[in-house]
Nanobody, 128 residues
Framework: QVQLVESGGGLVQAGGSLRLSCAAS????????MGWFRQAPGKEREFVAH????????YYADSVKGRFTVSRDNAKNTVYLQMNNLKPEDTAIYYC?????????????????????WGQGTQVTVSS
């Protein structure tokens, strides 16, 4: 098993930046593909970003391409989400998730059901 703990959320003005971290327990972190999802009040959880077992390749939702960057440091058992040029529409609870087996099929990394472990979430609020 792996436990995930997100941190780094907060309140930021539009156009600002935040860096989210997801710390994973266990020595097998490097074997997991990792994803970021977000959920706004009254909305369904949506895919944000994904990174494979090793640095690269990465995948992003169209809404965040060019603004968000996902990375990982396996030595620190941590995955990051750098969020730049934040918009009010980015306001949500952000979750990291681990996929212990990976997946196959077009776009499967964007499906929440493919992930086995989830963090508790961290709130990101972007003001105008």
């Amino acid at each position: 098993q792996v436990q995930l703990v997100e941190s780094g959320g907060g309140l930021v003005q539009a156009g600002g930046s935040l860096r989210l971290s997801c710390a994973a327990s266990g020595r097998t972190f490097s074997n997991y593909a990792m994803g970021w999802f977000r959920q706004a009040p009254g909305k369904e959880r949506e895919f944000v970003a994904h990174i494979w077992w090793v640095p690269g390749p990465t995948y992003y939702a169209d809404s965040v391409k060019g603004r968000f960057t996902v990375s990982r440091d396996n030595a620190k058992n941590t995955v990051y989400l750098q969020m730049n040029n934040l918009k009010p529409e980015d306001t949500a609870i952000y979750y990291c998730a681990a996929d212990r087996m990976g997946c196959s099929g077009y776009g499967c990394y964007a499906l929440a059901r493919e992930y086995d472990y989830w963090g508790q979430g961290t709130q990101v609020t972007v003001s105008s």
